[in-house]
């Protein structure tokens, strides 16, 4: 993904009001994220618990996404909707997101569960489990990596539709 400024992310920010941005709290490594290995880039807000950001690089420009935690988590182990970790790694919790224009603001939202940490970028670039003698190995992880970058940016167009 393209690195982008904190500005630039401010001023992509989908479905949230003003005084929602105008609390965004970066975080404190923001300047040494290495945008070359994510295919987004979330975080969890320092300040306000229960909120996230996402931003995604679309085809358009940047996408940002303020996520809402749920209070409470799956009651088993939930599998990642956007990198289908198999390890599992990671606790997957249900995040949702206020919807584009005027679905959102009549109250429509959208969710899916997602890693809590938002590591999905590296749990797409290790290699599989259990793989078969023969196997090419970077071919796995390049269609892995494309398929979350593929869910992601589909989740985003999702958010932003106004249909």
Not at 25 to 47: C, Y
Not at 62 to 69: E, G, I, W
Request: charged share 30%; glycine share 6%.
């Amino acid at each position: 993904m393209r690195a982008f400024s904190q500005s630039e992310i401010l001023a992509a920010f989908t479905g949230a009001t003003r005084s929602e941005v105008k609390r965004v709290t970066f975080p404190e490594n923001f300047n040494e994220v290495d945008f070359d290995r994510l295919e987004f880039f979330g975080w969890r807000d320092r300040k306000i618990p229960r909120r996230s950001y996402v931003v995604v690089d679309a085809e358009s420009g940047p996408v940002a996404l303020l996520l809402t935690r749920a209070e409470a988590k799956p009651r088993g182990r939930a599998m990642c909707s956007w990198c289908n970790d198999v390890n599992l790694t990671n606790e997957a919790v249900l995040y949702t997101v206020r919807r584009a224009g005027a679905a959102g603001r009549r109250g429509a939202t959208l969710g899916a569960l997602v890693c809590d940490n938002f590591g999905c970028s590296k749990n797409a670039r290790q290699l599989p489990p259990a793989f078969h003698k023969g196997t090419d190995l970077d071919a796995v992880r390049a269609e892995r990596i494309a398929d979350l970058r593929r869910r992601v940016t589909a989740f985003a167009a999702e958010v932003c539709s106004e249909a």
